[in-house]
């Protein structure tokens, strides 16, 4: 008789056999979590945008049409590690259409952000409708390219926030944008 022997006896044998394929199994399961959420942390599925605009510079302009808009100037910030290229930037929302980049103007269509990078884009945006604006935050679509391939994220922005008689409240970016232009438009300084 073998100590092997002597350990199938005791079930020994079969408790070490089912401890180790219960070992496998976990190894294995976490082994998969690390090699899908390492990626995606990392930004090489979907890029970590980080943008908001600069409030500061927003003010009212009419063209001769009658057209009410704004230059935008959005920052933005690659949060991820994995260096991304925007070839395109877009929004739907209600009462607001934001103009592709003009090469007349100098804006550029194509923004890379490196690992941990910034940039600052310039974009038109037309106020179609000041009072269609949802006060719901609205996020913004980026296309982008990495060296995963290219696709396209959405990204909400951090809130406003609009200074009253109680205190700080937050405000949706798009809804402090509109009520800043349309303001300013209907202002008795405006020209």
Not at 52 to 78: C, K, P, Q, Y
Not at 112 to 126: K, N, P, Q
Request: a negative charge; proline letters at 6%.
């Amino acid at each position: 008789m073998s100590s092997d022997d002597i350990w199938r006896q005791f079930g020994i044998a079969t408790w070490r056999a089912r401890r180790a394929r219960l070992l496998v199994a976990v190894a294995s399961w976490l082994s998969l979590v690390i090699i899908v959420v390492a990626p995606w942390w990392s930004a090489a599925i979907t890029p970590h945008i980080r943008w908001e605009i600069d409030e500061f510079f927003v003010r009212a302009e009419v063209d001769e049409n009658g057209v009410l808009s704004t230059r935008a100037f959005i920052e933005l910030e690659n949060e991820g590690l994995a260096s991304v290229t925007l070839t395109d930037i877009s929004m739907e929302i209600p009462g607001l259409r934001l103009i592709p980049a003009d090469k007349a103007d100098e804006e550029s269509s194509v923004v890379t952000l490196e690992r941990g990078g910034s940039a600052t884009v310039s974009r038109r945006i037309v106020i179609t409708d000041c009072a269609a604006v949802p006060h719901e935050p609205q996020p913004m679509r980026f296309t982008y390219r990495a060296w995963t391939g290219s696709g396209s994220a959405e990204a909400p922005a951090d809130s406003w926030q609009l200074t009253g008689p109680t205190g700080r409240i937050p405000l949706a970016w798009q809804r402090g944008l509109a009520d800043d232009v349309c303001n300013d438009a209907v202002s008795p300084r405006w020209p």
